[in-house]
Nanobody, 114 residues
Framework: QVTLVESGGGLVQPGGSLTLSCVAS????????IGWYRQAPGKQREMVGS??????????DFTKGRFNITRGDRDDAVDLVYMRMNNLRTEDAAVYYC?????WGQGTQVTVSS
């Protein structure tokens, strides 16, 4: 079992930036990557990107170099992952979730509006 807690969401103007955080705890010492997903109202949840245990990252095309996933502190108990989002667009507004194996966090809301 993995517990995931996201934070860092908020309201930002188009063109602005946010950094989301995901703290994973519990059974984190596996090869499963940590993934970032998002879900906008009325739409299906979609993957944004991921980071593996050896810090290899992968991104969906729509991030187009605007998003960057990095790993912060990690020990046997806690794994901290960030997602920096730059040049945000109105269509990036969604609830953002992190995921590991079958476990999900509660999500953090990102609103992009002028």
């Amino acid at each position: 079992q993995v517990t995931l807690v996201e934070s860092g969401g908020g309201l930002v103007q188009p063109g602005g930036s946010l950094t989301l955080s995901c703290v994973a705890s519990g059974n984190i010492n596996t090869v499963n990557p940590i993934g970032w997903y998002r879900q906008a109202p009325g739409k299906q949840r979609e993957m944004v990107g991921s980071i593996t245990s050896d810090d290899t990252t992968w991104y969906k095309d729509f991030t187009k170099g605007r998003f960057n996933i990095t790993r912060g502190d990690r020990d046997d108990a806690v794994d901290l992952v960030y997602m920096r989002m730059n040049n945000l667009r109105t269509e990036d507004a969604a609830v953002y979730y992190c995921n590991k194996k079958i476990c999900w966090g509660q999500g953090t809301q990102v609103t992009v509006s002028s």
